[in-house]
T-cell receptor, first 115, second 113 residues
Framework: ETGVTQSPTHLIKTRGQQVTLRCSSQ?????VSWYQQALGQGPQFIFQ???????GRGNFPPRFSGLQFPNYSSELNVNALELDDSALYLC??????????????FGSGTRLTVV | QQQVKQSPQSLIVQKGGISIINCAYE??????FPWYQQFPGKGPALLIA?????SEKKEGRFTISFNKSAKQFSLHIMDSQPGDSATYFC????????????FGKGTMLLVSP
């Protein structure tokens, strides 16, 4: 059983640029959630995708957007990057929205640095 | 608004000692309380979780104590080992609509040999 894989592992972007982060879900998982973890903080929920539709969103502006594909892999896109977007971006997958029942599996994250 | 408050921010415990990390929540709709362990360069990994219908859950050296009336829960690590040195996060979710986790700010645990 494969876990959650994220790419790239590290990324440096310039303020104002756009970035795309990728996530492959654990086998058998059809729900993907994205979290932002600033240095020294706990992860904060960005949004969740279930069956290719956004199923919920945290307190993040519209320049944070996502996609989920038929194979349940997912992308997080961030436009007009700001310095405060520098963080570890985590992808978590689960089964059928039932993260509580079956558990969330987190990837190792993408470390984004905006300069 | 921080919905899950975690303390202490950092903790140093001697090998063999007991590590205790506390969390308090505000949202009474929360009904699932997991603890995650995170090593540097890795994502959080589920350690143990509890629901509010029980007051304690034990798995090996890890125990969650839950006080529903006080809206508090804690993680106890018995016989702490250097390999337990990591950052620990408490979290909570309500499972309504979309199930998502609200995390505390984390506790950096160092177990000295």
């Amino acid at each position: 059983e494969t876990g959650v894989t994220q790419s790239p592992t590290h990324l440096i972007k310039t303020r104002g640029q756009q970035v795309t982060l990728r996530c492959s879900s654990q086998s058998g998982h059809n729900t993907v959630s994205w979290y932002q973890q600033a240095l020294g903080q706990g992860p904060q929920f960005i949004f969740q995708y279930y069956r290719e539709e956004e199923n919920g969103r945290g307190n993040f502006p519209p320049r944070f957007s996502g996609l989920q594909f038929p194979n349940y892999s997912s992308e997080l896109n961030v436009n007009a990057l700001e310095l405060d977007d520098s963080a570890l971006y985590l992808c978590a997958s689960s089964r059928d929205l039932a993260g509580e029942a079956y558990g969330y599996t987190f990837g190792s994250g993408t470390r984004l640095t905006v300069v | 608004q921080q919905q899950v408050k975690q303390s202490p921010q950092s903790l140093i415990v001697q090998k063999g000692g007991i590590s205790i990390i506390n969390c308090a929540y505000e949202n009474t709709a929360f009904d699932y309380f997991p603890w995650y362990q995170q090593f540097p360069g890795k994502g959080p990994a589920l350690l143990i979780a509890i629901r509010p219908d029980v007051s304690e859950k034990k798995e090996g050296r890890f125990t969650i104590s839950f006080n529903k009336s006080a809206k508090q829960f804690s993680l106890h690590i018995m016989d702490s080992q250097p390999g337990d040195s990591a950052t620990y996060f408490c979290a909570a979710s309500s499972g309504s609509g979309y199930s998502t986790l609200t995390f505390g700010k984390g506790t950096m645990l160092l177990v000295s040999p």
